[in-house]
Each structure stands twice: as structure tokens, then as C-alpha cells.
């Protein structure tokens, strides 16, 4: 067998690039022992605050892997191969997370990748879904990331569009934050959501025009900065003019409002991309895709000829199973990273084509009307 060669086995996963503290086991298909730390420590500040969180990693990884193997029923020993998070996320996190990969894949003589915090959201929903395989128009959706694209093949992806400024998920924590709602924010807004109606305040849909050509950076990217701010101008008119009470008994209305505007957008802008790139196929990654409001949004808006896939909730937050599972593809492909891997907070994302050029550089190759791309892609 040749140094490249992956023997079958179990690989083990590691995720630690923001607050939750990771690791899993997948053989082949199967996932057998998964652990997920949280930090709680961070609610008391309203956010995740880097070095609690760098410092927790490292009191909590040992025995987060010593958990997730004994789950799983294996002995280190019988390991293949380690997978870890190098990028993005917070830097002082994901060095734990690397350098501690990095010792234990030496000092077991295992092959070590890096794997991309994104690129593991988009592998999430194969990790319990074996059917949730490329090709398909994926929207992620975290606290760091908002980005729309078309996995052609694993290791394939054009990027349609991304956010310009907040991620999804970011606006949910900022917005509940502004109302008092505690963090994590998305959560929280979505059960405020519930209790209340949209259409009380008005809230703009950021970039939400159809009239702008597919072909048109705008028609595919994202920017919630500007809602947020919005939601902030009528929290403090509440305010001053009832005072927290107010605040409290309008918190439910502007949730709901808050979260049809962000999801009216993300709907709109996939299905776009839906009848742009011809793929019926859709899939949900990231903490956003919690949201049980966005999946039934988007359900009905695909109807009966589309596909869906939305990872249960502990697969959309971070977690090491989908490392593992990107891992294990890597390292199957010949994949390998040397003892000089390191931590990149701005890791680019592999196998993406260039933002927009490469869309619509390939729009024209394939032919200007969407018929001509489905044949190409499904
Ligand atoms: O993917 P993730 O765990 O971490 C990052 O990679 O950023 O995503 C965390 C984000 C947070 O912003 C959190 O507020 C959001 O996912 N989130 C939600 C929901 N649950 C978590 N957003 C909306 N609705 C939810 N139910
Ligand atoms: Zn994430």
C-alpha cells in the first residue's frame, strides 16, 4: 500500500474553530461517537469572546476526543487517519484545535488533513443523509457566513453569492441582542418569532430585487447590515417613547418581522439560483439552518419537483462529525497536510471558482438560458 493509500478504518474528526469544542469518529458511512462541548461561559458576555474560548478548547479537547472514542467502541489504535479545522474561524481556537491534531497524528504516524470550516457545513447533511450528494445549490448560513453556491462534485463549487457585510446568523444574534434577548441570538428570535406577527413594523428586504439581472453580482449576494440597523431605529423609537415595557410587549412582532425579512431574502435568492443553475436540489448548512421557519419557507417554495436537505440540529451547529466526514473524503483522495499546517482565520475555501466572474464566465460558456445549464448540471 503506497504512503497515499487511506486502509479502511475509523478517521477521526476535530472541530475548534469557534465556541464549540468537538469530536467524532466516522468509519465509512457511519458515524460512531460524537461529542460536542459547549462553552456557557460566553452567554454572560452577550458573544462569543476569543480568548475564553481559546482557553476553554484547551482545557476541553483531551477529553472531548477521549469521549468520542470511547463511544464509538474503537481504540485510538485502530485510527486511519485525523481530520481538524484549520479555517476560518477564531485564530486562537482553531490553534488549539490544529496543534493538538498535529501532535496526535505524529505521535500515532497517521495521516493529518485540514479541513475548511465551510466545507464541513456543506458535508453536514451526507454525514446522516447518504443521499445528500452533489450536485445541489447550497446556502450556508452561520454566524461568520452567509454564501450561496452550486456544488457541481465534492471539491467543486462556484460561488453565486455571498454577503456583503453581516453574516445570517450574525444579524440574528446582533438584532436579538438589541432587544434583550440574550445569546445565542437565533434561537431566541425564533422563539420570540413565534409568539408574534409579521407586518406590525416594516423592515426592508436588503437586495431583494428581481428586476436585477442573474448575470448582476447583486442578484446573488447578501447584506443584512442595514436591516440591522433598521431593526435598531425602531427598537430605540419603542424606547424613548414607552420605555422598556414597550420594548417587551413589541419584542415578539419585531422578531417576526425581523426573521420574515431575513428569511424572504435567503428564500428568494436560492430559488433563484434554483432556476438559474437549473438544480432542483437543495441543501441547508450552518447554524441558520436551526431555523425550523427558513426549512418550511424554503420546502414550499421548491414544491413537489424539488429536493431538500436540511441537517438535524446538532449537524447544522458546528460539530465534529462533518469534519470527520470531509476528512475522510480528503484523505480517501489522497489529500495530506504536512506538520507545517496552521491555523488561517481567512482560509480560502478549495475547489471554489472566482466570485461572480467565474458565474458568469460560465453562464455564457453554457448558454444564456437556464435550460441550456440544467443539461450540464443534472
Ligand atoms: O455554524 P455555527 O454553529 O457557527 C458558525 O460557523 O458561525 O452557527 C452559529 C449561528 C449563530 O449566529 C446562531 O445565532 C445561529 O447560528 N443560529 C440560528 C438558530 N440557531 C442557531 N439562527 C436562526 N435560527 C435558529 N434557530
Ligand atoms: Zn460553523
Not at 182 to 186: A, I, K, L, V
Given at each position: ?175 436579538a441582542?438589541?432587544m434583550?434577548l ?5 434561537p431566541a428570535i425564533e422563539r420570540a418569532a413565534a409568539r408574534g406577527s409579521p407586518?406590525r ?47 417587551e410587549s413589541a419584542v415578539p412582532d419585531l422578531a417576526a418581522e425581523f426573521q420574515a ?31 425550523g421557519a ?85
Open positions: 500500500m503506497g504512503e497515499r493509500d487511506l486502509p479502511p478504518g475509523p478517521v477521526l474528526g476535530i472541530e475548534s474553530s469557534c465556541d464549540e469544542c468537538s469530536a467524532a469518529i466516522m468509519e465509512g458511512p457511519r458515524l460512531l461517537g460524537h461529542v460536542i462541548a459547549t462553552q456557557d461561559a460566553h452567554a454572560a458576555f452577550g458573544g462569543v469572546v476569543p480568548e475564553i474560548a481559546a482557553r476553554a478548547h484547551l482545557r476541553q479537547l483531551d477529553r472531548v476526543v477521549a469521549a468520542a472514542l470511547e463511544r464509538s467502541g474503537r481504540e485510538a489504535e485502530a485510527l486511519v487517519g485525523v481530520g481538524v479545522t484549520a479555517g476560518p474561524g477564531l485564530v486562537g481556537s482553531l490553534l488549539v484545535g490544529v496543534n493538538w491534531a498535529k501532535a496526535f497524528a505524529f505521535g500515532r504516524g497517521l495521516p493529518l488533513v485540514g479541513v475548511h470550516h465551510m466545507e464541513a457545513h456543506l458535508f453536514a447533511n451526507s454525514v446522516e443523509n447518504p443521499g445528500a450528494e452533489p450536485p445541489f445549490v447550497a446556502l450556508l448560513v452561520s454566524g461568520g457566513h452567509t454564501m450561496l453556491l452550486l456544488a457541481r462534485a465534492w471539491g467543486r463549487y462556484e460561488l453565486l453569492g455571498q454577503t456583503r457585510d453581516d453574516a445570517a446568523g450574525e444579524a440574528f444574534d446582533k438584532v441582542r438589541r434583550g440574550g445569546w445565542p441570538g437565533g407586518g413594523f416594516e423592515l426592508p428586504r436588503p437586495m431583494l430585487d428581481p428586476s436585477v439581472p442573474d448575470d448582476d453580482p447583486a442578484a446573488f449576494d447578501f447584506s443584512f447590515s442595514g436591516l440591522k440597523t433598521a431593526v435598531a431605529l425602531v427598537v430605540e423609537e419603542i424606547e424613548s417613547s414607552g420605555g422598556a415595557e414597550a420594548l425579512a431575513v428569511l424572504d431574502v435567503l428564500v428568494h435568492k436560492t430559488l433563484r439560483a434554483v432556476r438559474a443553475t437549473g438544480c432542483r436540489r437543495v441543501l441547508l448548512g450552518g447554524g441558520v439552518a436551526r431555523n427558513l426549512a418550511e419557507r424554503l420546502r414550499g417554495a421548491l414544491g413537489q419537483g424539488g429536493e431538500l436537505f436540511v441537517p438535524s440540529p446538532r449537524l447544522a451547529t458546528d460539530n465534529g462529525a462533518m469534519v470527520a466526514r470531509v476528512a475522510a473524503w480528503r484523505l480517501e483522495r489522497g489529500d495530506r497536510s504536512g506538520l507545517d499546517l496552521n491555523a488561517d482565520p481567512s482560509l480560502p475555501f478549495p475547489g471554489l471558482e472566482a466570485v461572480h466572474e467565474a458565474w458568469s464566465v460560465a453562464s455564457t460558456r453554457r448558454g444564456s438560458g437556464s435550460g441550456a445549464r440544467t443539461a450540464a448540471i443534472i
